[in-house]
C-alpha cells in the first residue's frame, strides 16, 4: 500500500470521530489540503460520519422576534444560507424547515399558493407548496398548525441524510369552533391530499388525553426515542420527562421516565433557579426559560448549553437539528484550500 493511500485512511479514521457538534473542526480540516478536502466533500464520507454518530447535533435555533424570524448558531459554523426576513419558521425535522410567509396570521389563512415552504438550510433547496384545498377554509375563524415529516414509515429510514433528495411530507391541521380539518402533503405526487374533518367535543380540541397530578406551571409534549407520546415539565430546577404507557385508550397511563437536574447545568452560569419552565422539547432538545428573562437550548444528549437571548419580544422557538460537513468543491477539484 502506498504511503498517501496510508495516510488518507489514517486520516479518515481519525477526522470520521470528531464531533458531530463541533462543525468547525471538520471545515478547518478541509482547508489544510486538497486531499483532505476531497476526503471530507466525499459523499461517502459524510454517510459514514452521520452513520456513526447517529444522532444529529443542535446547530442552533430559529426565532421569532416581533415577527421577524432569524437564526442563532450553537457552535461557531453559521448556517450557509441566511434565514429570510419575510418568512417564519414554525417546525423542523429531519434538516428540513417547514416556513410560513409572514401574512399570516394565527387565526386566519390567505387563499393563495406558496405561504408554505420546505427549505434546506444547509443546501439552500426550497420547495414551495401548493395552494392549500379550499375546503379548509370553510370555517372561520381558525386556529392551524403544521409539522414536516419523514414520508418513511417509521423503522424504515434511519434518517441520517433522508433530507438530501429524500421524500417527505407535511401534515396540515386547523380547527374551527367544533370541527378540525386535516390534509397531507406528499413531495411524490406534489399535491396535497383531500381534507378530512372530524367533529369536536370541545371547541379547539380534537381528543382529551388526561395528564398526571404535578405542579408544573407549563409543560411541552415530546415524542420520546420510541415514537411513544410524552410530555416534560419543570419542577424545583428539576427537569422531569413522562412517557405514555402502553396499553388500551381506556387504560393507558403514564410514567416518569427521566429527571434531569437543571441547577448542575445552569447554575455554573449564574441563572437564577427560580421561575424555571420549557417552552419546547424536540429531539432531545429542550428550550428552558428563567425568572430572569432568559431562554437557554440544553442539548440532553452532548449537554451542551446555549443562550439564546431574552424571552421579551421572543413568541416562537424551533431547534435545528441536522449535521454539517462542508462540500468544498472548488478546492476539492483543484481550486487549492484558498479557493
Known amino acids: 500500500m ?44 459524510r454517510r459514514r460520519f452521520r452513520k456513526l454518530h447517529r444522532a444529529p447535533p443542535m446547530l442552533g435555533v430559529f426565532c421569532t422576534r416581533h415577527s421577524v424570524s432569524s437564526f442563532v448558531p450553537t457552535s461557531s459554523v453559521p448556517l450557509p444560507h441566511a434565514m429570510r426576513s419575510n418568512w417564519r419558521a414554525i417546525d423542523s425535522r429531519h434538516g428540513r424547515v417547514l416556513l ?46 403544521a409539522a414536516v415529516l419523514c414520508a418513511a414509515a417509521d423503522g424504515v429510514c434511519d434518517h441520517i441524510d433522508c433530507h438530501s433528495g429524500g421524500s417527505f411530507l407535511v401534515v396540515f391541521m386547523c380547527t374551527a369552533a367544533r370541527e378540525a380539518f386535516t390534509c397531507v402533503y406528499s413531495s411524490e405526487t406534489g399535491a396535497w391530499s383531500e381534507p378530512t374533518s372530524a367533529k369536536l367535543r370541545h371547541a379547539e380540541e380534537t381528543s382529551l388525553i388526561r395528564l398526571p397530578r404535578t405542579n408544573y406551571r407549563q409543560i411541552a409534549l415530546v415524542k420520546m426515542v420510541d415514537g411513544r407520546l410524552g410530555f416534560s415539565g419543570v419542577h424545583e430546577s428539576k427537569l422531569y420527562l413522562w412517557s405514555r404507557e402502553a396499553g388500551s385508550e381506556k387504560y393507558a397511563g403514564w410514567a416518569q421516565s427521566q429527571v434531569i437536574d437543571l441547577e448542575t447545568l445552569l447554575r455554573p452560569l449564574g441563572t437564577l433557579m427560580d421561575s424555571l419552565d420549557v417552552i419546547c422539547f424536540v429531539d432531545g432538545v429542550a428550550a428552558i426559560f428563567s425568572g430572569t428573562d432568559e431562554v437557554f ?27 454539517y460537513t462542508p462540500a468544498l468543491v472548488a478546492a476539492a477539484t483543484g481550486g487549492g484550500p484558498r479557493a
Not at 504511503?3 to 478541509?30: H, K, Q, T, Y
Not at 438550510?121 to 392551524?144: A, G, H, M, N, Y
Not at 413568541?315 to 437539528?321: E, F
Open 297 to 323: 437550548a440544553i442539548d440532553l444528549k452532548s449537554g451542551r448549553i446555549t443562550k439564546i437571548g431574552e424571552l421579551m419580544g421572543i413568541n416562537n422557538i424551533v431547534p435545528y437539528m441536522s449535521f
Open 100 to 145: 410560513r410567509s409572514l401574512p399570516w396570521g394565527h387565526d386566519f389563512l390567505v387563499l393563495s399558493a406558496g405561504n408554505l415552504l420546505v427549505w434546506d438550510p444547509i443546501t439552500d433547496e426550497q420547495c414551495p407548496l401548493p395552494k392549500l384545498p379550499d375546503q379548509l377554509f370553510s370555517r372561520v375563524p381558525c386556529t392551524w398548525t
Open 2 to 45: 502506498s504511503l498517501p493511500v496510508l495516510m488518507d485512511d489514517l486520516v479518515d479514521r481519525i477526522i470520521i470521530r470528531f464531533p458531530p457538534e463541533e462543525p468547525e473542526l471538520l471545515v478547518r480540516a478541509s482547508l489544510v489540503c486538497k486531499r483532505w478536502c476531497r476526503l471530507i466533500s466525499d459523499p461517502a464520507f
